[in-house]
């Protein structure tokens, strides 16, 4: 399955910002669906999954309250609904699919990944 993440911009801390992930190829159905962001200098953190057969999802501690994903089916796409956002959400942010055995919190477990859109929070 291909990703491809959009939706990043430029937003003032307390903004909300929605990226997508549509994915192509095949359908969502075999997958889950995990969100991750990385720094320069960092390790790619991860940030929420959700299982695509139920939408049951969980999220870091650092965004839990703030950011919430949804799916579409009809769309094969995912989203990450992100609000009141804070200068340290500032990332590039990925979506990555792992197969729908796999539900982890694990960059390594990650199958295919998308190439990235820029969150970038001002103060």
């Known amino acids: 399955v291909q990703l491809q993440a959009s939706g990043g911009g430029l937003v003032q801390a307390g903004g909300s910002l929605r990226l997508s992930c549509a994915a192509s190829?095949?359908?969502?159905?075999?997958?889950?669906l995990g969100w991750f962001r990385q720094t320069p200098g960092s390790e790619r953190e991860w940030v929420a999954r959700?299982?695509?057969?139920?939408?049951?999802?969980t999220y870091a501690d650092s965004v839990q309250g703030r950011f919430a994903i949804s799916r579409d089916h009809a769309k094969n796409t995912v989203y990450l609904q992100m609000d009141n956002l804070k200068p340290e959400d500032t990332a590039l942010y990925y979506c990555a699919a792992s197969h729908r055995s796999v539900f982890s919190v694990v960059a390594e477990n990650y199958v295919s990944w998308g190439q990235g859109t820029q969150v970038t929070v001002s103060s």
């Open positions: 190829g095949e359908t969502l159905n075999r997958y889950n």
């Open positions: 959700v299982r695509w057969s139920s939408g049951f999802a």
